[in-house]
């Protein structure tokens, strides 16, 4: 892999946008912690790489999601549910009061996407959020006393959809698909996730707040491609030079370019799914004592 001319044009680009991003509260973290992380390459090649991965970093803080989710609710869903069922959500104004003091918590039941046994930030950390917004206790699952008409299952990101497929074998999903209407809804819905769960559940209805593409991968695109335009590095070359510096900074790290390879830059205030790159939340480098982590690894 090999500098690009315009590298320190480059790097002054993406400096300044992380500042502007972090000065008004955009990305919920200082602009220090961004210099710090980048201070972690010995080589300008090395600089120009993770410039590039911040460059493609898609950030989610909490009052971003409490924002998404709400629009999933409020539009989407409310959508679906009176186009498909009997549920009566009035007005919008109806419809969130009626969130708001569980009044149709006899038809309708939520439930956090949480592996049994397991303790994570999965769907936990959304619905939890939504305890802010929302009648959570009237409307859990685990509390109600009948099957209700509709079930929606909270989650803040469905990525290669196995966590999920996992999750609905416990949750018994298949059979609760016969006579109750489910609703996914992931904060975030990644293209192959998705695809995934519904080859799985073609009855499931998955409605995220928010898509992520397959062309949001570093790596999107054919190896012989140029890399993100820069007309001198193709995908190849990257992905090897990537490879070249997980054996120098962490060789025993798995899915260093995210699971399954998605290779995605993505980050919420509460850590990094599994499809994230390593190195944006890697927390030691047997190359680096003082290795300067950037984010917090999301757990399962």
Not at 2 to 9: D, F, R, Y
Not at 148 to 156: H, K, N, R, T
Request: net charge negative.
């Amino acid at each position: 892999m090999q500098l690009p001319n315009n590298s320190e044009a480059f790097k002054a680009m993406v400096i300044e946008k992380i500042k502007t991003y972090c000065d008004t509260n955009i990305w919920p973290f200082e602009s220090e912690k961004f210099t710090a992380w980048l201070a972690n390459f010995d080589s300008k090649t090395e600089e120009y790489l993770a410039l590039q991965i911040l460059d493609s970093l898609i950030v989610r803080s909490y009052e971003m999601a409490k924002a998404s989710y709400a629009r999933l609710l409020y539009g989407p869903v409310r959508q679906y549910l009176i186009q498909n069922t009997s549920i009566a959500t009035g007005s919008i104004q109806q419809w969130k009061s009626h969130l708001e003091d569980g009044a149709l918590s006899n038809q309708l039941r939520l439930a956090p996407v949480r592996l049994t046994g397991a303790e994570g930030e999965s769907g936990g950390v959304i619905y939890r959020m939504l305890s802010e917004e929302l009648d959570t206790n009237k409307y859990s699952l685990g509390k109600a006393k009948k099957p209700p008409e509709v079930i929606i299952l909270v989650d803040d990101m469905v990525g290669s959809g196995k966590q999920f497929i996992k999750f609905s074998e416990q949750f018994e999903l298949a059979d609760k698909l016969e006579n109750t209407e489910v609703l996914y809804c992931p904060l975030i819905g990644f293209e192959t996730g998705i695809e995934a769960v519904q080859r799985k559940h073609p009855k499931l209805k998955v409605l995220p707040a928010e898509y992520i593409y397959k062309s949001d991968s570093l790596f999107f695109g054919a190896d012989d491609e140029f890399f993100k335009g820069d007309n001198q590095n193709t995908i190849a070359d990257v992905k090897s030079f990537l490879m070249e510096m997980r054996a120098k900074y962490a060789p025993k790290k798995q899915f260093w370019n995210g699971f399954d390879d998605a290779g995605l830059s993505l980050a919420f205030e509460w850590g990094c799914p599994n499809q994230t790159l390593a190195l944006l939340h890697m927390g030691n480098s047997q190359a680096k004592n003082e290795w300067q982590r950037l984010f917090s690894r999301r757990s399962l």
